[in-house]
């Protein structure tokens, strides 16, 4: 009572431009203005949350938290200057008992003090005990993995433990476009649902988290205690360093290192992903050397101490844009006993169809260094893991059995990944995939990405099953399933031997389409999205993607999964795949098969509808 009537004296006496305190101290926030693009926060009640309103389109102001005084957190967030898109919660929980302040400053361009005070941030601001986050966007994925809220891109520091699968993410918890990096954490038992864990590693003064790896350390040999989970993460600030984190805990909480950074160099390099190489009794770090396409390798004994062994990269592959999140294991070849090791390279622009996308190497290891197998012509071929333009920041579990190496990879493209017809969360990632090894009729060996195992257990009523069919000129159509949004499985096999080319059409009733082509001659299958829904959010986002089939003019089986805003397409157990977004205005509802320059066979048909995960 007392506040408010200062607040009134103040503004008979001095007129705005001289309150002492905001209007809204009734709502246990304290707000002064220092001038035009400098405030003070003071949060005064009780509550939970801090719920801050957020503009997408407004500019980022700094928002220092401090607690007692102290700086607590250095965020950047998009705080709402005239219009209200969403709220973002800044959780009070472990601040109880401390004086919470925020220093925001916001950008520069207020003409006047008046015209800083009516932003709508400060209107809006407010203080709740809930914060709510029930599903209300059309294109979330069903039975992808989604953040709760909140922007999202790398999967990263993922490990497997007592039939846990830990998925950490590159999570923005202040906003639906990328900023202030954390670890947020999801945990599946069946690689199915995700449930929500609350955020692991969180933005602290070495600056915010960026992607990194995790592993078991069964032997405690880096003395944080016999099965502690141990993080290791890139420190973003001015520049970037690589630090470490571990949990007692089983990877739901996180202490850091105190001795953080334990890598530093001259130049950016980040997203640290290491492994116990059996053989040589040592940990094995590879590094992205992000500006110099390259990786680094390195050792270590205990993973803190680690030293530099050989760098691979410079003029292989493609060098486009940045190298990022490695990875670095062994597989066996398809039918042979034969071992070889796979380097992922998630690279940042210079994909095959533009802006992101996944090449690897397939050669040896030992122990130091890395060793590309050649071609025919000795040159390292350049191998992409996916062809479409949605499958970035690949990398695989830790803790798996040796025989098994399970990736996940984010479902973006830096080119639009922001722009893209979502608010209150951004990016899914893609579906769980199983890798193999496998010699092609080329005589290389290349990587196989298959549906993981336990994503037949989507499966829900099949609504479609057709032995065998003929398809000429004549189109052949059939219904795709309408429950839950037309989300949906779709396998068949084709043999188009005696065609110069099978179309095969998703399409809605709004008359939107993908159109999947497969060309005989050249074995290729094409995907294109030119008219596949909502597209003109960004240039860059229609396109036709096109993959080898890597079959030497047999038959082709694919398997597609339909998610309301994604499209992945298997061909042959994952020898190769092709992951893109779509976004229809209603579900497609139908699938049509048309043969161009002869007939094709269309068998083994089945269309699965899929349960809401
Ligand atoms: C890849 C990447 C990583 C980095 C992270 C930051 O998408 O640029 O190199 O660690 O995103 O969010």
Do not use: E, L, T, V
């Given at each position: 009572m007392k506040q408010i009537k200062q607040i009134v004296a103040s503004l008979l006496f001095f007129g705005a431009m001289a309150s002492p305190l905001s209007v809204y101290a009734e709502k246990g926030i304290e707000i002064n203005h220092l001038g035009i693009n400098n405030t003070l926060v003071r949060v005064t009640g009780p509550s939970r949350y801090l719920l801050l309103p957020i503009q997408e389109d407004a500019e980022e102001a700094r928002v220092r938290v401090m607690l007692d005084g102290e700086v607590h957190q250095n965020l950047n967030i998009r705080l709402a200057r005239n219009r209200v898109d969403y709220f973002v919660p800044l959780d009070l929980a472990s601040f109880k008992g401390r004086h919470v302040m925020l220093n925001i400053v916001t950008s520069q361009n207020r003409a006047t003090l008046r015209e800083a005070k009516e932003n709508a941030c400060w209107k809006d601001m407010k203080l709740s005990d809930t914060f709510d986050t029930t599903n209300r966007e059309k294109y979330r994925p069903a039975f992808h993995h989604t953040p709760l809220y909140g922007w999202m891109n790398d999967p990263n520091g993922m490990f497997y433990k007592d039939g846990v699968w830990h998925l950490y993410y590159q999570w923005n918890p202040y906003g639906s476009k990328w900023q202030n990096m954390t670890w947020g954490h999801s945990t599946s038992k069946d690689l199915l649902k995700w449930e929500h864990q609350p955020t692991a590693i969180e933005v602290d003064g070495l600056g915010s988290i960026f992607s990194g790896s995790s592993v078991v350390d069964t032997a405690n040999t880096a003395g944080f205690g016999k099965d502690a989970v141990v993080a290791l993460y890139t420190s973003c600030d001015v520049s970037q360093v690589q630090s470490m984190a571990y949990s007692n805990d089983g990877g739901t909480t996180f202490q850091r290192?105190?001795?953080?950074?334990i890598i530093t160099l001259e130049s950016e390099a980040r997203d640290p992903n290491m492994f116990w190489d059996n053989e040589a009794k040592q940990w094995v770090l590879t590094l992205a050397h992000a500006l110099e396409h390259e990786y680094l390798f390195f050792t270590s004994p205990d993973l803190k101490e680690w030293t530099l062994q050989s760098a691979f990269g410079k003029g292989e592959g493609a060098q486009d844009g940045v190298w990022e999140c490695p990875d670095l294991f062994k597989l066996k070849v398809d039918g042979t006993g034969e071992e070889k090791w796979a380097l992922i390279c998630n690279l940042n622009p210079g994909g095959p169809f533009g802006g992101s996308a996944t090449q690897y190497f397939i050669g040896d290891f030992d122990g130091k260094t890395f060793k590309a197998d050649t071609d025919a012509s000795g040159r390292i071929a350049t191998k992409w893991m996916d062809f479409g333009k949605d499958h970035y920041a690949t990398v695989s579990w830790s803790g798996t059995s040796p025989d098994r190496r399970t990736v996940i990879g984010?479902?973006?493209?830096?080119?639009y990944a922001a722009e893209v017809p979502t608010k209150q969360f951004r990016s899914a990632n893609t579906l769980p995939r199983d890798l193999r090894l496998f010699r092609a009729p080329d005589g290389q060996v290349y990587l196989a990405s298959a549906p993981s195992p336990e994503l037949t257990a989507l499966r829900g009523n099949m609504t479609t099953t057709v032995r065998k069919t003929s398809v000429g000129k004549q189109t052949r159509t059939y219904s795709l399933p309408t429950a839950n949004d037309g989300i949906c499985e779709i396998l068949f096999d084709l043999d188009?031997?005696?065609?110069?080319s099978l179309t095969i059409n998703l399409g809605n009733k709004a008359g939107e389409q993908v159109v999947l082509t497969y060309y005989t001659q050249s074995h290729t299958l094409a995907f294109d999205r030119r008219n596949s829904g909502l597209k003109d959010f960004s240039q860059d986002f229609p396109a036709v993607t096109v993959a080898p089939t890597f079959e030497d003019g047999k038959k082709v089986s694919l398997r597609i999964f339909i998610d309301k805003s994604s499209m992945e397409v298997f061909g042959d157990n994952g020898r190769f795949v092709m992951t893109n977004l779509v976004f229809p205005t209603t579900p497609y509802s139908s699938l049509s098969f048309t043969s161009h320059g002869g007939s094709s066979k269309v068998s083994n048909l089945k269309i699965y509808s899929i349960k809401e995960q």
């Open positions: 290192y105190p001795g953080n950074p984010w479902m973006s493209n830096w080119q188009c031997r005696k065609a110069d």
